[in-house]
Structures are given as structure tokens and as C-alpha cells.
Nanobody, 126 residues
């Protein structure tokens, strides 16, 4: 069982930055991978970024590459999403997720993730 709590969302102007945090509790194995997803009003929840808990390999949605950085601090059991150069299209509720499945590659599929946080709102004004 893994519990996830996100924080760090808020209102920011276009071009600004935010850092989201996801504090994880419970038993976490090195092969788990952690993901960030987002859901804008009226749209499907979509993959943003993922990272292997033990190895640090990462994956990003194309539209956030070069602007967003996912990282983790194993000592703090926390995953971060640093978001720079934000634009209004980034406005959404951002969710942290954890996958306990043994997979050779990180997944962008929601169905691969077993645990989800409650979400944190990010609003980017133009």
C-alpha cells in the first residue's frame, strides 16, 4: 500500500515556474516508477512525466520536454516536478501516481499506475 500526497500547486503568470512535490509513504521498492499526470477541464487525464524510483531513468510528454523536470529524493520519499516556462495550456489538476508493476520501461499509460494522489491545481494566467 502506497499513499501519495501532492503539494505545490497554485496560480502563476505565463512564463513563470512552480515546483510540485509528491510525498510517498508506505513500502516503496526500487523498481517502482512514479509518474505525474494532469487533467484539464473537459479533457482526459494525460501523462506528463515519469521516473524510476531506484534508477532515475525518466520519460516526458513531448510538449513539456525542456520545460519540466521530474526528480526524486529517496531519503525524503518525495518526487518533484519542476515546471518552468509555464503557459496557459499547462493549466490543469496535476496528479502524482505510483506503479508497483515490474516493467522494463517507464509507462505513460494510466492503467499501469496503481496508486494516485488527490491532485493539486495549477493555474497559469496569460
Amino acid at each position: 500500500q502506497v499513499q501519495l500526497v501532492e503539494s505545490g500547486g497554485g496560480l502563476v503568470q505565463a512564463g513563470g515556474s512552480l515546483r510540485l512535490s509528491c510525498a510517498a509513504s508506505g513500502r516503496i521498492s526500487s523498481y517502482y516508477f512514479m509518474g505525474w499526470f494532469r487533467q484539464a477541464p473537459g479533457k482526459e487525464r494525460e501523462f506528463v512525466a515519469a521516473i524510476r524510483w531506484g534508477g532515475g531513468s525518466t520519460s516526458y510528454k513531448d510538449s513539456v520536454k525542456g520545460r519540466f523536470t521530474i526528480s526524486r529524493d529517496n531519503a525524503k520519499n518525495t518526487v518533484y516536478l519542476q515546471m518552468n516556462s509555464l503557459n496557459p495550456e499547462d493549466t490543469a489538476v496535476y496528479y502524482c501516481a505510483a506503479s508497483t508493476k515490474l516493467r522494463p520501461n517507464l509507462s505513460i499509460m494510466r492503467s499501469e499506475y496503481d496508486y494516485w494522489g488527490q491532485g493539486t491545481q495549477v493555474t497559469v494566467s496569460s
